[in-house]
């Protein structure tokens, strides 16, 4: 820390540098002269050997942990539980009510139970008074209710001399619930929101050519139209805009799902984003942040997701009845005794007997402990659960809707006629294109490296940015290029992508495709046979996605389509009642994944684009769809297993207790072994054997 400050209070300009250890971040305070900003921090920190990158205001993440909040309560509530059981033990076993050792136990156990709760209940007695704002009721409503009455019941019994003290009752209820709680939160794996992962897509960095021609480092929020800007090769493009000068070759694959670099000389436009992977190139950009093309697909997304928002989960449907159910029975057995003359903390306790049986601990449990189960057995099989609600989504969707590139295939260009390629014309296209990151060139290389084995690499290679590689040799010049580059004629040009020329041969042409997964085919058969719908939404040119449609048995496909009209195709099928689930990967994927009902991603997916899904899947075979599907709708059997055998538990102990034949304690014990039946119930998902039948 000492070494990161003193290096930064060194700059110019810098007042104050405070560095923080656990979070990994360091404020400076600037004067007045602010002499080259974020760039000259960096590059003192670099000089120390600490890798830095300024902390754009828009990233920085605020709000509480949950995760840890919860796990703090839960242990807090836990260890109360145990210690004021081990009390309770005690009075239990000696029938004596006038031992003065039961008073003595009684007021330890309050001691330990009341800061408990006030701690430990928290989450449930803040979401119960917000409700109770909003002049509505909540599942946590009964639940803080029981927890308080219970622990207030017993502080004025405890004063009182009475041996009708149920702390243990009280604590252990919590405990149990908190469990619950904490197992949704862990299924509820929220990401920061998937508009704001674009960031991680934009260039961090801009580099400004000033009127005098010397080159500024800003950050590329702060580019405005006008200004000219230098790219060199491999950086992503800060801004949308248009190229006045050079030529190069553009990775817009996030962009428009389309695999085939795009070739772009003066006045092509660019969007921010895309990766420049020919030559260095200066652009003048035309739209800076919320006006280029990434922020659009953002706002895309905000909407979209917003409009998914309004899906009402399983269990928040039976909280809408529930509730009010358990204020009504409590108070119902409340009156009762009070007007059967049984008196007010008879009346009270019977009351408060109600309130923990129907706590809905077994009904909280339903469905995360389900989920739990569910995500562990995908987690298992390379599957990634990400959205708290996305199995019960899964299990609705009837129709499925593919991207193509990435998704349905592999997203690599690979030699398509690698079989009439003589061993020697490829090994020695290979050798000049081992030199080059265009994709072209390495799938040259990894069709060579699959049929020799290795590729010898070779020295004196000059790359011209647009066209190609070339090698001087004893026999002359070899070309590895365009079409135009390697002296093909234009009549022949068509026939291939790219093309190898040596002196005293004709050249030979190189094809490429995008491969289907290879079991993509398979994976659509299981998906008709159980009477899913299927579709193919591409932004690609429609040769390629009919080809791809066609190998893969699809017959509905739609080719060329903008993120915008991809939407508006899936808000299509969603007005004729489907539930869509959508599959894609690429950066123009992200605000459909986003507006569909359901939806998965690729591991190799864009990272706005794994944050949009419901679920990311790993490997190169499409199959762990049918495996996610499957697991969806075993989860949502089995959680309606679990909401029967909660309100069996509640058939079977609501008149007992409204009776007046359950105390609180047999209550929270009930309770307690309804959650654990529920619990292994839903256990048997790790192992069970699942098909995606009709």
């Known amino acids: 820390m000492r070494k990161v400050e003193t290096a930064l209070a060194a700059v110019p300009g810098v007042i104050s540098a405070r560095t923080n250890l656990s979070a990994k971040r360091v404020t400076v305070v600037f004067g007045e002269a602010r002499e080259g900003g974020a760039g000259k921090l960096i590059d003192a920190l670099a000089a120390i050997g600490f890798n830095a990158a300024e902390l754009a205001p828009e990233t920085i993440q605020t709000g509480p942990d949950t995760g840890r909040y919860l796990l703090n309560r839960l242990a807090v509530a836990g260890f109360a539980a145990m210690n004021i059981m081990l009390f309770s033990v005690s009075v239990w076993a000696s029938s004596d009510a006038s031992d003065p050792t039961h008073s003595l136990f009684h007021w330890i156990s309050a001691i330990i139970a009341v800061p408990a709760v006030a701690y430990s209940g928290q989450p449930f007695f803040r979401s119960a008074w917000e409700a109770l704002k909003r002049l509505r009721v909540n599942m ?3 639940i803080s209710l029981a927890i308080f009455l219970a622990t207030a019941m017993s502080v004025f019994q405890t004063i009182k001399g009475s041996d009708q003290v149920y702390f243990d009752a009280g604590v252990s209820l919590l405990f149990f619930l908190l469990i619950g709680r904490y197992l949704d939160q862990r299924v ?4 920061r929101g998937a508009a704001e992962n674009l960031l991680s897509l934009k260039a961090q960095w801009a580099y400004v050519i000033d009127k005098d021609g010397s080159v500024e480092r800003l950050p590329s929020r702060l580019v405005e139209p006008g200004m000219r800007l230098a790219v060199a090769a491999g950086e992503r493009f800060p801004a949308d805009g248009v190229i006045v000068h050079g030529t190069t070759s553009i990775d817009e694959s996030l962009i428009t799902g389309e695999t085939l670099p795009r070739e772009a ?13 020919g030559a260095p190139v200066e652009m003048e950009a035309r739209a800076a942040e919320a006006d280029t093309l990434l922020a659009q697909i953002a ?30 029975l409590a108070a119902t057995s409340f009156a009762g005794w009070m007007i059967a003359g049984a008196g007010w903390e008879y009346s009270l306790t019977i009351a408060i007997a109600v309130l923990i049986i129907t706590c809905p601990c077994a009904l909280a449990l339903a469905v995360p402990a389900v989920q739990v189960a569910a995500s562990a057995r995908l987690f298992d099989r390379g599957i990634l659960l990400k959205a708290a609600d996305g199995l019960e989504r899964l299990a609705d969707a009837d129709t499925v809707v593919f991207d193509k590139t990435g998704t349905l295939t592999a997203g690599v260009p690979s030699l398509a006629n690698g079989a009439g390629i003589a061993d020697a014309d490829l090994k020695a296209a290979a050798a000049l294109a081992t030199s080059s990151r265009h994709p072209y060139a390495q799938a040259v290389t990894a069709a060579a490296k699959a049929r020799f084995g290795s590729v010898q690499a070779v020295s004196g290679i000059e790359e011209t940015p647009g066209a190609g590689l070339c090698r001087v040799t004893d026999a002359g010049e070899e070309r590895l290029g365009s079409a135009s580059w390697c002296g093909v004629s234009q009549g022949e040009a068509g026939a291939a992508s790219l093309w190898y020329a040596r002196p005293g041969a004709k050249p030979v042409a190189f094809r490429f495709e995008d491969k289907l997964r290879e079991d993509a085919a398979e994976t659509i058969s299981v998906l008709k046979n159980a009477d899913y719908e299927i579709v193919l939404l591409s932004g690609d040119r429609e040769e390629a996605v009919k080809i791809a449609a066609s190998a893969a048995g699809i017959e509905d496909w739609h080719a060329a389509l903008k993120p915008q009209e991809k939407i508006e195709r899936i808000e299509a099928l969603k007005a004729q009642g489907r539930h869509v689930l959508m599959v894609g990967d690429g950066l ?6 986003a507006a569909a009902h359901a939806s998965l991603s690729p591991s190799t997916a864009a990272d706005v684009s794994q944050t949009a899904s419901d679920a990311v899947f790993q490997g190169a ?20 297993q679990n909401f029967a055998i909660a309100a069996g538990y509640n058939m079977l102990f609501i008149p007992l207790a409204m009776a007046g034949m359950v105390t609180p304690l047999i209550a929270a014990i009930a309770m307690s072994t309804s959650s654990i039946i529920v619990t292994v119930n839903a256990l048997r998902l790790r192992t069970a054997k699942l098909e995606l039948a009709q």
């Open 140 to 142: 946590d409503v009964p």
């Open 188 to 191: 509820r794996v929220r990401a």
């Open 265 to 277: 000389q003066a006045n092509a436009t660019v969007y921010a984003g895309s990766v420049n992977l």
């Open 299 to 328: 706002r895309l997304m905000e909407t979209a997701e917003q409009a998914r928002g309004r899906y009402v989960r399983l269990a928040d449907r039976a909280a809408e009845f529930y509730a009010p159910a358990v204020h009504t």
């Open 588 to 593: 123009n994927d992200a605000p459909a994944l």
């Open 621 to 640: 075979r499409l199959m762990p769809l049918i495996e996610l599907l499957a697991t969806a709708r075993k989860t949502r059997t089995m959680a309606f």
